[in-house]
């Protein structure tokens, strides 16, 4: 399998890829510890669901927390 990988990649390719789907991986686990940071609310442990069966879900939250933020600062 790691073969087929470097074959289809190279070596480069190999390297970009991995660190990509790294950051995925970071960002993936903010994003559940940012919901899990939350206060007590009635949809939190929905969220927490959400965000570990549908990986998308704290991506999206993380952008809108960080606007959220951004037009809290201006303020």
Do not use: H
Request: with cysteine; aromatic share 22%; proline share 5%.
């Amino acid at each position: 399998m790691l073969q087929t990988f470097y074959n289809n990649f190279g070596f480069f390719g190999s390297i970009c890829l991995a660190f990509l789907v790294f950051l995925i991986f970071i960002f993936w686990i903010a994003g559940i510890a940012g919901i899990a940071q939350l206060p007590e609310e009635q949809n939190k442990n929905l969220k927490l669901v959400v965000s570990a069966l549908f990986p998308p879900f704290p991506f999206f939250w993380l952008l809108y927390d960080m606007y959220r933020q951004k037009r809290l600062m201006k303020e």
